[in-house]
């Protein structure tokens, strides 16, 4: 089994920055892809961000694109999403997921792991 623990959620203003840390632990090596979800009260959850296991390639939601960057340090089994120019519809809860396949789309329903979710609220 796989644990994964966000850390970084919090509230800022519109125009601010956050950074989200995702810890692994258990059997890390099955996390090969590792991301990002989201979900806003009334509204379905939705991929964020993704990075293969390697930090290669990264993968972003259209609304994300040139706000977000994610990455990973695989010594440390911790994947970041750093968001920038926060808007107030990036308010939700944030989930960190990861999957031992090496691409499993950008369907929540297929990823294994899932963490608890950390807060972020963006105020105008």
């Known amino acids: 089994q796989v644990q994964l623990v966000e850390s970084g959620g919090g509230s800022v203003q519109v125009g601010g920055s956050l950074r989200l840390s995702c810890a692994a632990s258990?059997?890390?090596?099955?996390?090969?892809?590792m991301g990002w979800f989201r979900q806003a009260p009334g509204k379905e959850r939705e991929f964020v961000a993704l990075?293969?296991?390697?930090?290669?390639?990264?993968y972003y939601a259209d609304s994300v694109k040139g706000r977000f960057t994610i990455s990973r340090d695989n010594a440390k089994n911790t994947v970041y999403l750093q968001m920038n120019r926060l808007k107030p519809e990036d308010t939700a809860v944030y989930y960190c997921v990861g999957d031992s396949s090496i691409w499993p789309g950008i369907q929540p329903q297929k990823y294994d792991y899932w963490g608890q979710g950390t807060q972020v609220t963006v105020s105008s």
């Open positions: 258990g059997r890390t090596f099955n996390t090969g892809i």
């Open positions: 990075i293969t296991w390697s930090g290669a390639n990264m």
